[in-house]
């Protein structure tokens, strides 16, 4: 198939960002699959010499190739990850509390993929489920007593659950893949509004404005999708999801019984490539809108009223961006080099305490020679509170800014360990809040 290509001189470049990508930022790159990526294909190691490092320090996962049977079941179209995220914090200064202000808690995952066109030849048929738990402690006992931030300072973090089901989905591309289907239980952070530089709190920052556009009312629920490309460089897709779906049950309950209402969305992606001396750049530019059917209450009610009045229908819009703009060689396989990316996202001020929404980001990868795998992070970001909220709620109501570094550790293919530090300015959004400074580090393995 045909690859349609732009090529912009260096200053056209600049219309965006000074000179010259993230979680696709390969030169030719696949259609967005977020599910498929996060599942990872072992290879079989060669044998080491006595001179080599040990085969644990080199295997792609710390149980390996399974004598050869992880291997047979992903050519068999059956792949298999499971993968555990454990995260410390503390808070060293400011915020609420520092006193005992440390909190202990991690995830663990299981995604199975089935490749019905390898299993069954059903061309273009995936599918996916995942099995999520938690433990340790609460999300709310660090933020809300510690921090009291806007934001989650570990968004993965939250209270201890036992392992459930947290999606599944039916994938169908069509016409050479220029139509793509998700139907089942989703994510719609999965699928919208995706960042290759802030966009992921189990592989790049912990703080939840940095992983996802806080204005957003992103779902995990029962819904379906659809995304089309017409042209390589341009896509577009459009889905609905049960806006009153619980995020530890199966979502029938609520999807089929009760009110009937579905948080609907839709985005249109810009993806342009030019070639330049270090290879060929991909950009990706997010625009997109959405409407959540669920009742709000206005801030603006009369003095008096025993219960405010409330909005059924609500919407707003977003952009989002991420660009490679330095490589440290022309291979197409390098990752190594820095990374952009942006976001914004307007919520009407008068039902949504949190208005305007912002953040940008950097990340380099092989910044350290000798280090090609680690990746160095750092970004801020801003949510502005509304002025309704501040006139009728809360009279010291401004804004909360977050800024946020971290270092990933490769210690091995199956093993990150991530030191991060992040400044909460003004936490809690309020003008006269505490600034707090939380220290953070995360341990990511791969079984």
Known sequence: MRRTRWYWAPAAMGLFFPTIDSRADEPQPEKPTPESAEVTKTVEEPATSAAEPPYIWQAETITGDWGGARTKLSDGGVVIELTSQTQFMNNLKGGLETHNGHDFAGTYDLNLLLDFEKMFSLSGAEFFFRAHGSYGGEDSDFDAEKIGGLFATNNDAGPEEPIFVEKWWWRQRLLDDRIEIHIGRLTTDDIFDLNDVTGGEDTQFLNGALVINQTIPHRNGLGVTAGVWPTDWLNIVAGFVDADAGATRTGFDTAFHGPNRAVAMAELTLAPEWVTTCGVFTGHYRFGTWYDPSPKEHFRWIPGNVEAPTKTGDFGFYFGADERVSRESADPEDEQGLSIGARYGFAHGYVNS????????????????????????LAVAQGLLSNDYERWVEPEAGQETVIETYYAIHLAPWCVLTPDFQYVVDSGGKDDGDDAFVFGLRLRVFF
């Open 354 to 377: 949190l208005e305007h929404f912002w953040s940008i980001g950097a990340h380099y990868v092989g910044l350290i020679p000798d280090r090609d795998n680690d990746v160095l992070g």
